[in-house]
């Protein structure tokens, strides 16, 4: 039983590579999240899909872009990575009914350093 | 842009204290959940509060939505160690399908 599953775990960019972090999960949910979390802080969102094919831009959009490839598949890029990157994403999928999500599952999340 | 803002920020605490995180926001949420992360790992979800002035108890731990639903709060009572880690609310809109994170209390617990 997967759940949630990111890749890479770790990463180390130079400043102005681009890199796409993937992401998947099994459980046939319609909404997929990207997180980013900084040092004793909580989660931003960067990007969130309701469901497939939809994309929106969550709190700290800028210099990120995501695809939603399918129902499973919800990846995040980086065209051209900068130090303020440096972070740990999270990747997260839940269903939402009506108006009330469920529980929210989490990747192992991705340490990426951008030196 | 909706804001959820925790109180306190840290929080370091002797076994068998009680203690209360609280949650705020100037938005209404339809739902509000409370996680909790340790060191390495993705946040795990502890409860979730769907109905204004609900009340609900896991154990040690109380949580209540507020009755306009835009804050919530998280009571532990005799704290223990295996509660030090990162306590995080999360609310929900009624528009989209968007899930926002507070700012984070972290609580240790010592013997």
């Known amino acids: 039983n997967a759940g949630v599953t990111q890749t890479p775990k770790f990463q180390v960019l130079k400043t102005g590579q681009s890199m796409t972090l993937q992401c998947a999960q099994d459980?046939?949910?319609?909404?997929m999240y990207w997180y980013r979390q900084d040092p004793g802080m909580g989660l931003r969102l960067i990007y969130y899909?309701?469901?497939?094919?939809?994309?929106d831009k969550g709190e700290v959009p800028n210099g990120y872009n995501v695809s939603r490839l399918n129902k499973r598949e919800f990846s995040l890029r980086l065209e051209s990575a900068a130090p303020s990157q440096t972070s740990v994403y999270f990747c997260?999928?839940?269903?939402?009914?009506?108006?009330?999500?469920?529980?929210?599952?989490f990747g192992q999340g991705t340490r990426l350093t951008v030196v | 842009t909706q804001l959820l803002e925790q109180s306190p920020q840290f929080l370091s605490i002797q076994e068998g204290e009680n203690l209360t995180v609280y949650c705020n926001s100037s938005?209404?949420?339809?739902?509000l959940q409370w996680y909790r992360q340790e060191p390495g790992e993705g946040p795990v979800l502890l409860v979730t509060?769907?109905?204004?002035?609900e009340v609900k108890k896991l154990k040690r731990l109380t949580f209540q939505f507020g009755d306009a639903r835009k804050d919530s709060s998280l009571h532990i009572t005799a704290a223990q160690p295996g509660d030090t880690g990162l306590y995080l609310c999360?609310?929900?809109?009624?528009?989209?399908?968007?899930?926002?994170f507070g700012t984070g209390t972290r609580l240790q617990v010592t013997l």
């Open positions: 899909s309701a469901s497939e094919g939809t994309t």
């Open positions: 938005s209404v949420f339809s739902s």
């Open positions: 999360a609310g929900a809109s009624g528009t989209a399908s968007k899930l926002t």
């Open positions: 509060v769907v109905t204004g002035g």
């Open positions: 997260a999928s839940s269903e939402l009914f009506g108006s009330s999500a469920t529980e929210a599952f």
């Open positions: 459980m046939n949910h319609n909404s």
